[in-house]
């Protein structure tokens, strides 16, 4: 699979497709000051994206569109907004996360901080 990946400051959705996948993530996309937009694309479809939030350190925003899950995508999404945080300074991110996604971030080093309701917060120290 031949994916590029562009950062963008906006989110990368036309507004229709956003209201949708607010609707399938139960949650508002935001994009305060300081966001950057991962986006993946095969080709020139763009196929999944997430965000770094560098005022609050936040990975957010991890999506995969349904017809290209199960592909590899989501973990170079997760790989590329670590690494631009390290290229940016950042001394650390951190994340909000169901339990069932738990063990991919534990696999990559994160650590449990807090438990909100069914949100797990973990970190990682780059």
């Known amino acids: 699979m031949d994916l590029s990946f562009i950062t963008r400051t906006e989110p990368p959705m036309p507004a229709e497709s956003q209201r949708e996948i ?25 196929v999944g994206f997430g965000a770094l939030k560098t005022k609050t350190k936040m990975l957010s925003h991890l999506y995969v569109y349904p017809a290209y899950r199960g592909r590899g995508i989501a973990g170079a999404l ?19 996360i169901k339990e069932c996604r738990k ?24």
């Open 22 to 46: 607010e609707r399938e993530i139960g949650g508002k996309i935001s994009s305060p000051e300081g966001t950057h937009w991962i986006c993946a694309y095969l080709g020139e479809e763009l």
């Open 78 to 96: 997760i790989d590329r907004r670590i690494a631009l945080a390290r290229e940016l300074g950042l001394p650390h991110v951190q994340i909000s």
């Open 103 to 126: 063990p991919r971030y534990l696999a990559l080093g994160f650590y449990d901080t807090s438990v909100r309701g069914r949100w797990h917060w973990m970190k990682l120290k780059l």
